[in-house]
């Protein structure tokens, strides 16, 4: 069934095929939608593009609108469809868990907490055996402060700039970016450090990042030096010696950043800043809420691209595949420090969430999806990059795997974002040719893509030439 695209725009490229028809749309008309969507719904939760998107129906990487109109999602609900929208064996074995038992509560064993737990744990190094499962990635964020706090009995936590690790209270003061911050006390005994950019930071260069695509940026390096690593590794000790008592809690970094852009580090820092934070008494902690669950390519964790292991490691979005579920992963050790008192979830580890866990890492492994994380992810960013030495205003492209980042700017010397009303018209323009991507970074200058580790290479070419008459059509309405 090829795609009849309703669309103004002319461009060459042809949307792949998919024999996958959706039901007709039966709920209320667009413009009731939007009437309960402006008396109803809390304003804080916005919607993307000048006419929201009304979905209806996804199948795998593709998702159907009220119109019947397809979509390449390259943002998987932002980086939550891990293996597919409705994957088959997913929703198989959701339904048959469905009927059988929803819930009853950690109180009492039931088999799918037990079975779930000893396979999520055995995709992990020793001795990050025990899991606590809980309902997202905030939550999931906010007890690994929790637990580092009470085990190493200091209190203060380091995160870096730019990073993103939930909308609570408690990791809120993690989360360092100025739209999710809100004027009212919170962030007691939180510290940023300058995140390590070798894009956009005062140091970086052309060897600096585990990437298929380096920046643009020259530097002096030589093999196996990296002087930006060692000058952004000089901050962090600055931050330690000034802004945080002798001793702290921990350290939480994301392995590349997500919300802020797929913001990648130099190699080597995060080991360096690893020991430096060990040496203070502290847990390092490795926010894989984006990075997990093979989306890399090379390594089912992000931490493992690092050569480090971390006392702590936070789960969720593409732990259930757009289920509802999250989880700390600690040691034994660290683990304990909880059971001194209380400490209860109610939803967290529920059979239908185990259950639905479980299936997406059989979908993962049975799919080869880590593998074609690596091999199409590889390939798109190689494409892209041949997009960024065309076109001026994109500055940068990096990723690793099905991670990926491409960040506008006016120039490539000034690095400066490009303006927003100049993003928004090639971000619609790639929705009306039937591309989603996702948004990120400070300024909102940075695509985010980040699609289910589904997609193929005929998916990219297409994306790749959407994209490319985007931007082609933004230089035609410069001139």
């Not at 580890?349 to 999806?369: H, K, M, S, T």
């Not at 997009?387 to 690095?415: A, H, Y």
Request: charge should be neutral; include cysteine.
């Amino acid at each position: 069934r090829q795609q009849k695209w309703k669309s103004s725009l002319s461009t060459q490229a042809k949307m792949p095929p998919c024999d996958f028809v959706p039901e007709k749309y039966e709920s209320y008309p667009y413009e009731r939608m939007q009437k309960i969507r402006e008396q109803n719904v809390a304003p804080s939760l916005r919607t993307y593009y000048k006419r929201p998107l009304l979905l209806h129906q996804g199948h795998m990487q593709w998702l159907f609108d009220h119109e019947g109109q397809r979509y390449l999602d390259l943002f998987a609900g932002i980086v939550t469809v891990s293996v597919g929208h409705c994957h088959p064996k997913v929703t198989m074995a959701t339904q048959k868990q469905l009927a059988r038992l929803w819930h009853t509560t950690n109180i009492y064993m039931y088999p799918a907490i037990h079975e779930y737990a000893e396979k999520l744990t055995s995709l992990f190094p020793d001795p990050l055996k025990v899991v606590y499962l809980t309902n997202s990635g905030s939550e999931a964020n906010d007890l690994a402060m929790f637990m580092a706090r009470l085990h190493t009995r200091n209190f203060d936590i380091i995160s870096l700039r730019g990073g993103y690790h939930g909308g609570s209270p408690y990791t809120l003061g993690l989360t360092s970016l100025t739209p999710y911050k809100h004027g009212v006390a919170n962030g007691f005994g939180c510290t940023t450090t300058m995140l390590p950019d070798v894009f956009r930071g005062p140091w970086g260069g052309s060897h600096c990042r585990d990437s298929p695509v380096q920046t643009v940026r020259k530097c002096s390096c030589t093999e196996g030096a990296c002087l930006a690593k060692d000058q952004y590794i000089e901050q962090f000790k600055d931050t330690l010696n000034t802004s945080v008592p002798k001793t702290v809690a921990g350290f939480i970094a994301e392995p590349i950043q997500g919300v802020n852009g797929a913001v990648q580090y130099p190699r080597n820092f995060l080991k360096e800043a690893y020991q430096l934070i060990r040496e203070r008494g502290g847990l390092c902690i490795s926010d894989e809420v984006q990075t997990g669950f093979g989306r890399t390519g090379s390594h089912f964790w992000g931490f493992q691209t690092h050569g480090v292991v971390p006392d702590i490691v936070t789960l969720a979005k593409g732990i259930g595949n757009g289920f509802p579920m999250a989880a700390v992963v600690t040691t034994k050790e660290i683990a304990s420090s909880l059971a001194q008192n209380l400490h209860f979830n109610t939803f967290g580890g529920n059979p239908l969430a185990c259950v639905v866990g479980a299936a997406v890492l059989d979908a993962i492994e049975e799919d080869g999806l880590q593998k074609n994380s690596e091999d199409v992810g590889t390939y798109m960013l190689l494409e892209l990059a041949k997009l960024r030495d065309k076109f001026e205003i994109v500055g940068d492209v990096r990723g690793k795997g099905l991670m990926i980042g491409v960040e506008m700017v006016t120039d490539k010397d000034s690095r400066r974002p490009l303006p927003a009303e100049e993003i928004n018209q090639i971000w619609e323009d790639c929705k009306d040719m039937g591309v989603l991507i996702g948004r990120g970074g400070l300024y909102s200058q940075t695509f985010r893509i980040k699609p289910p580790m589904c997609i193929t290479k005929r998916d990219v070419d297409f994306a790749v030439e959407v994209f490319h008459t985007a931007l082609q059509r933004h230089v035609e309405r410069a001139a």
